[in-house]
């Protein structure tokens, strides 16, 4: 037919007739079906009309703008260089990316690394809520679960956590506290009898609480002689307003030690004077307002 | 086409010489036409330049021997029939007076070439498409059992399969006729009709 085969037409066809009987030969008919020679001959003279007729070609018109057409896409894709090793590898790879690319896309690769992806997330999930993961992978974590609203541990905060307890109950101002809560004096903390020092409230070094105790009038004395320069408002201490704790001596001196005294400036009556806790100047100023 | 006339004439091909090209048309074009047609493409015409200008295309890839070459552009032209029945599936269907506008020539020409066409694939209506392609790809094509499978994708005993039930139809149809004309048969049915 084609390529080694004749080209002369009536060769063409008796080529093509051969085929056709080579083909028809390799099939035994069906049971039930009646096998004869002139059957096959009638099939076989039937095919070869077929391909006959189907073997037409094309307008010349036609013909001629699908080579034009060819002839162009042949010179816009020049002949392919020689083969050279680095090509050969390249054909190496390439097979290789196939056949990666080919299991990669295949349904049990897929559910494969699903089933991965899913044990890594709740492994990495329990892990990351327990704070097992090392701090720079747990910072980040609580981090970006933080934006979504999902609380787990931060690594800094899960030590700073104990350690601000503490702290926060140390240097909690005392007016934060109730002033009828009990106070507790912490042991080996040395106090003036009979005063009470709100817990984690320490007591300025140097700080003279017998003074306070005296009459209110040198107390006076003192704080305006010490303390001079303080230009803070006297008037609006809240040992105006705050009620006595029960049970508690009123003496002078209480509000000088108490929250007052410590200088942590969350008392409105100190908030001019921060930073001069245990002057017992101020103290005393404050007790001029009174 | 002789072997060592194919081997100067892909040369040239690739080069991209005109009579090169011209004779390669000329050689495989009917045929290639043919197997288009047998697959009920609607424009085999469109598709045949398709198939050439993917051969041009990729024509400086190749290196082969003329059955691969056959191989090769039989392939491409199954693929081609493969893409056009899938957009015809994705597309609503021409009516048929817009299908082929391109057509010159007189009506007559036209009701004699689909006629023809029409007788061509008339023995295949029977068939299955995988059994015409089968058929029409070891018979039109003159391929070999292993090329018609690589084309269609399939194994080779299961083209071998589907050759045997094709021919065994097509068997079973022509002992129908036979049978028909014989006994009078058709003129019984044809007087049925009446």
């Known amino acids: 037919m084609f390529g080694s085969r004749p080209t002369d037409d009536s060769l063409k066809w008796e080529a093509t007739l051969d085929a056709i009987q080579r083909i028809v030969g390799e099939t035994r008919p069906v049971d039930g079906l009646k096998w004869e020679a002139s059957l096959d001959d009638d099939l076989g003279q039937g095919l070869l009309t077929m391909v006959r007729e189907l073997d037409t070609p094309p307008d010349a018109a036609i013909g001629s703008e699908h080579i034009a057409a060819a002839v162009g896409a042949a010179a816009t894709h020049p002949v392919a260089v020689t083969r050279t090793r680095r090509t050969r590898i390249r054909g190496f790879w390439a097979r290789r990316m196939a056949v990666v690319s080919s299991v990669a896309s295949g349904a049990l690769f897929k559910v494969a690394v699903g089933a991965v992806a899913m044990t890594t997330a709740a492994t990495g999930g329990v892990a990351a809520a327990n704070g097992d993961l090392p701090a720079p992978v747990q910072e980040i974590v609580a981090d970006g679960l933080d934006l979504i ?10 030590s700073a956590d104990t350690d601000t307890t503490v702290t926060t109950v140390d240097d909690t101002p005392g007016p934060a506290l109730p002033d009828n809560t009990p106070a507790v004096t912490a042991p080996g903390r040395e106090t003036a009898p009979g005063l009470d020092i709100a817990p984690g ?26 303390n001079s320069g303080n230009t ?49 100047g101020n103290s005393g100023k404050g007790n001029s307002g009174n | 086409m002789q072997l060592h006339e194919f081997e100067g004439v892909l040369s040239a091909a690739k080069a991209g010489s005109e009579w090169a090209w011209s004779q390669l048309y000329a050689t495989y074009s009917a045929r290639v036409r043919g197997y288009l047609i047998g697959r009920g493409a609607h424009d085999p015409d469109g598709l045949l330049g398709d198939v050439f200008l993917q051969l041009a295309r990729n024509l400086a890839t190749f290196d082969g021997s003329e059955a691969e070459f056959r191989s090769w552009l039989f392939m491409i032209a199954h693929h081609r029939v493969v893409d056009e029945h899938r957009r015809r599936k994705r597309r609503p269907e021409l009516p048929s007076d817009q299908v082929d506008t391109d057509i010159t020539g007189s009506a007559e020409e036209s009701a004699l070439a689909a006629d023809s066409l ?25 391929l070999s059992l292993e090329e018609t499978a690589q084309i269609m994708g399939r194994k080779v005993n299961a083209v071998k399969q589907l050759q045997h039930r094709a021919i065994n139809a097509l068997r079973s149809n022509v002992a129908t006729s036979n049978s028909m004309t014989t006994s009078g048969g058709y003129t019984t049915t044809t007087s049925e009709l009446d």
């Open chain 2, 118 to 142: 029409q007788r061509a694939t008339a023995m295949l209506d029977g068939l299955t498409d995988d059994q015409r392609t089968v058929l029409l790809l070891r018979i039109l094509a003159d």
């Open chain 1, 201 to 226: 409230l320490e007591q300025a070094p140097g700080l003279d609480t017998a003074p306070a105790h005296g009459p209110p009038a040198e107390d006076e004395q003192r704080g305006n002689s010490d």
């Open chain 1, 232 to 280: 803070g408002p006297p008037a609006d201490s809240p040992s105006e307003t705050r009620p006595e704790p029960p049970g508690q001596p009123e003496t002078p001196g209480k509000s000088d030690s108490a929250p007052n005294g410590d200088g942590s400036g969350g008392d409105g009556g100190n908030s001019g004077n921060s930073g001069n806790s245990g002057n017992s």
């Open chain 1, 149 to 158: 609203g999902i609380d787990v541990p931060h690594p800094i905060q899960s």
